[in-house]
Nanobody
Framework: QVQLVESGGGLVQPGGSLRLSCTASGGIVALYAMGWYRQAPGKQRELVATITRDGSANYEDSVKGRFTISRDNAKNTVALQMSSLKPEDTAVYYC????????????WGQGTQVTVSP
């Protein structure tokens, strides 16, 4: 069982920045692709960014150039640096871990709230 704990959410003004962190325990994180997803009220959970085991990143179009995902396998952490935040970025942000060899091992954190408002 992999435990994922997010932190760093909060209230920020449009144009501001925020850094989210996810700490994993209970597994070998180097065996997982990691990702950040978000869910706004009344909407489906959507991909924000993913990062492979070797550090290759992929982003949803609306966050390209504004968000950066990174990982540190030695520290079992993944981060999402968010800048130029917009009101439409408001959502609960979730950390995800997907085992790259055993598909049934997929884990989610509890989520952290990000609110972008004047």
């Amino acid at each position: 069982q992999v435990q994922l704990v997010e932190s760093g959410g909060g209230l920020v003004q449009p144009g501001g920045s925020l850094r989210l962190s996810c700490t994993a325990s209970g597994g070998i994180v180097a065996l997982y692709a990691m990702g950040w997803y978000r869910q706004a009220p009344g909407k489906q959970r959507e991909l924000v960014a993913t990062i492979t085991r070797d550090g290759s990143a992929n982003y949803e179009d609306s966050v390209k150039g504004r968000f950066t995902i990174s990982r540190d396998n030695a520290k079992n952490t993944v981060a999402l640096q968010m800048s130029s935040l917009k009101p439409e970025d408001t959502a609960v942000y979730y950390c995800n871990a997907q085992h790259q060899f055993l598909s049934q091992y997929n884990y989610w954190g509890q989520g952290t709230q990000v609110t972008v408002s004047p």
